[in-house]
């Protein structure tokens, strides 16, 4: 499976932004499709998640719940993360990557990740 982030870029604390992530290949073999971030100096942290083969299914973080939505457009294989109330603390490269198995807040349950979108939030 190959993954395309996009949709990054500088907003406003208090803004929104939506992130996209095409998918293609063997999307079929899938369980789910998720979204990490990485800030500067630290580690790789779970965003959310959403499964393939039960629709409608999510998880988030406990520091995104309530403030952003992953959704997944099957028509046009794409995978979104809408952000909204963004916090300076959400400032990180965004990561989107395909579900395997195991725990869904566990980068290691995860593969075939895409290269990254940069989002800011800064006045």
């Known amino acids: 499976v190959q993954l395309l982030a996009s949709g990054g870029g500088l907003v406003q604390p208090g803004g929104s932004l939506r992130l996209s992530c095409s998918t293609s290949?063997?999307?079929?073999?899938?369980?789910?499709f998720g979204w990490f971030r990485q800030a500067p100096g630290k580690e790789r942290e779970f965003v959310g998640t959403i499964s393939t083969r039960s629709p409608g299914n999510t998880w988030y973080a406990d520091s995104v719940k309530g403030r952003f939505t992953v959704s997944r457009d099957n028509a046009k294989n794409m995978v979104d993360l809408q952000m909204t109330s963004l916090k300076p603390d959400d400032t990180a490269v965004y990561y989107c990557a395909v579900y395997r198995s195991g725990l869904v807040s566990y980068s290691g349950s995860y593969s075939d990740w895409g290269q990254g979108t940069q989002v800011t939030v800064s006045s």
């Open positions: 290949g063997r999307t079929a073999d899938t369980y789910g």
